[in-house]
T-cell receptor, first 110, second 116 residues
C-alpha cells in the first residue's frame, strides 16, 4: 500500500517563511506533486518534483529526496491569501495514479 | 482559460435514492479522474480513465458506484443506492496523459453531496 504523512496544521505570520513536510511510503514511486486548496474550492496544482532537488516557482519551492522518501513545500513571503490546505500527492508509475495525503492547514496571521 | 466542468454543484438526496454526477474535462485531456473528498481529508481516487478505458477502479465500491466515459470525453459517476456515508465532495480532474504527464491535474469545482 501507500501512505503519506504531513502535519495537520501550521501557523505563521505574514511575510514569514514556512515549510510543510511530507514523508511517504510507496512502491513504484514516480514523483511528488503539491496542491493548494482554499476552503470550499478545488485543489490547484502548485509544483512537482520528479527528480531529487529543489524546484522553484515564484514564492513557492518544492524539494524531493528519493533516498529519504521525503519532500517539502516552502512558502516564502507569506500572504494572507496563502491560508489554505496544502496536499502532497505521490505519483505512482502504475498508469499515473496519484495518492494524496490528508493535507496541512496553513493559517497566516497578520 | 480552459476549465473542468462539473454538475450539479450541490446535491441533496435521500438514503437509498440514485444520484448521478457529470464531468466535462479540459478539451484534449485523455486522462480523467473521479475523487471523493471527505472534510478534513485528501482526495481519494475512485476511478481513473484513459480515454474511454478504466485504468484503475480499485477503490470504487462497485456494488453501488459505477462510472462511464463512453466516447472518451465527458464522464458520469453514479451511486445507487446512496448511503449516509456517501456524503462528501466528489471531484473530477483531468490531465493530458499517463505517468510523466499526469503530475499536473486540473480539478473541477466539485459536487457536494449530502445524503439524508
Amino acid at each position: 500500500g501507500q501512505s503519506l504523512e504531513q502535519p495537520s496544521e501550521v501557523t505563521a505570520v505574514e511575510g514569514a517563511i514556512v515549510q510543510i513536510n511530507c514523508t511517504y511510503q510507496t512502491s513504484g514511486f514516480y514523483g511528488l506533486s503539491w496542491y493548494q486548496q482554499h476552503d470550499g474550492g478545488a485543489p490547484t496544482f502548485l509544483s512537482y518534483n520528479g527528480l531529487d532537488g529543489l524546484e522553484e516557482t515564484g514564492r513557492f519551492s518544492s524539494f524531493l529526496s528519493r533516498s529519504d522518501s521525503y519532500g517539502y513545500l516552502l512558502l516564502q513571503e507569506l500572504q494572507m491569501k496563502d491560508s489554505a490546505s496544502y496536499f502532497c500527492a505521490v505519483l505512482n508509475t502504475n498508469a499515473g495514479k496519484s495518492t494524496f495525503g490528508d493535507g496541512t492547514t496553513l493559517t497566516v496571521k497578520p | 482559460e480552459a476549465e473542468v466542468a462539473q454538475s450539479p454543484r450541490y446535491k441533496i438526496t435521500e438514503k437509498s435514492q440514485a444520484v448521478a454526477f457529470w464531468c466535462d474535462p479540459i478539451s484534449g485531456h485523455a486522462t480523467l479522474y473521479w475523487y471523493r473528498q471527505i472534510l478534513g481529508q485528501g482526495p481519494e481516487l475512485l476511478v481513473q480513465f484513459q480515454d474511454e478505458s478504466v485504468v484503475d477502479d480499485s477503490q470504487l465500491p462497485k456494488d453501488r458506484f459505477s462510472a462511464e466515459r463512453l466516447k472518451g470525453v465527458d464522464s458520469t459517476l453514479k451511486i445507487q443506492p446512496a448511503e449516509l456515508g456517501d456524503s462528501a465532495m466528489y471531484l473530477c480532474a483531468s490531465s493530458s496523459g499517463l505517468a510523466g504527464n499526469s503530475y499536473e491535474q486540473y480539478f473541477g469545482p466539485g459536487t457536494r453531496l449530502t445524503v439524508t
